[in-house]
């Protein structure tokens, strides 16, 4: 299964609840890449509303991905995602030097919009900063 696919698995349909298959697709994030698994990081700290999980499962799961992923944004990401989980929100200064962080991994578009979406002041500062983080990521495609 490559990335997309992937993505398109998980996207407002992780099982939190099926701890087997949950783990399941953690491992498998892990051997997909570093953005299949900032996706999962973001389900977990973001669940659709329809989706009723406790804190403490999504918790769980961030304590086996921090376990079994190793990755230079894996440290601030897991944090943020903490955050997300217990409704905390970042200030928009720290979102600024995160997105900054994240951009120097090219392609961690799930990273991002996680960060982004962690803002306490969404709006035009944080747009205009993911926007251009993206459009430099699309200028190193072939």
Known sequence: MDER???DQIDCRFPYLDGARALALVEQACRISP??????VDELARPPRSAAVPRG???????????R??????ADMLAVARDMIDGKTLPLAATLTI??????FPDQYAALGMVRMA???????ADVEY???VTSWGARQP
């Open 5 to 7: 696919q992937f993505l």
């Open 35 to 40: 953005n299949a698994v900032f996706a999962v």
């Open 57 to 67: 499962t999504r918790r769980r799961l961030l304590e086996v991905i921090a376990a």
């Open 69 to 74: 992923f190793d990755h230079p944004l894996a």
């Open 99 to 104: 997105m900054r962080r994240i951009a120097l």
């Open 119 to 125: 803002c306490q002041e969404p709006g035009d500062e």
């Open 131 to 133: 926007q251009r983080i």
